[in-house]
């Protein structure tokens, strides 16, 4: 099983899709809790449900399950949280949802989406590499 992730701040529309398209993903997932704000510019969800089918012949999906807590974004990127307590918590978040139970298929070949440019202290890692520790089969490859 592989899933991919990518982060859509920090670059082009044109560089983004062209990853996307190219990368043999078969849907995109968008992971982040809030995706209408006008921050997110050619990634809004309406915007992405088009772009995914258009340009990349893909599905999108919206999958808040995967995302945290308004007061945990908050906490991080509003309080300075320290990235270690927030994944910390994230986690335990992921585990209390219980997100392994989730339909594989729906994951299978999908591409985690969320704003961070690098996967480095991105929520988007977490949930790909906490879905590889409860399964086991699952290759990641960020975009």
């Known amino acids: 099983m592989k ?34 704000s006008q921050l997110a510019g050619f990634a809004k969800r309406d915007d992405l449900k088009y772009f995914t089918d258009a340009i990349c012949s893909m599905g999108y999906q919206h999958m808040t399950s995967l995302a945290p807590t308004q007061d ?4 991080y990127k509003k309080g300075g949280g320290a990235w270690d307590a927030y994944a ?6 992921m585990e209390k949802r219980h997100v ?6 729906l994951l299978d070949g999908g591409c985690l989406l969320c704003s961070e440019d690098k996967p480095h202290h991105c929520h988007r890692r977490l949930v790909a590499e906490y879905l590889r520790k409860q399964w086991s089969d699952v290759e990641i490859v960020h975009l």
Do not use: C, P, W, Y
């Open 72 to 75: 945990m974004l908050d906490e």
């Open 3 to 36: 899933i991919f992730t990518i982060g859509f701040t920090k670059t082009s529309a044109q560089h983004f899709f062209g990853r996307l398209k190219n990368s043999g993903a078969k849907n995109l997932i968008d992971v982040r809790l809030n995706n209408l």
């Open 88 to 93: 910390e918590k994230f986690l335990g978040l």
């Open 100 to 105: 392994e139970g989730i339909d594989r298929t």
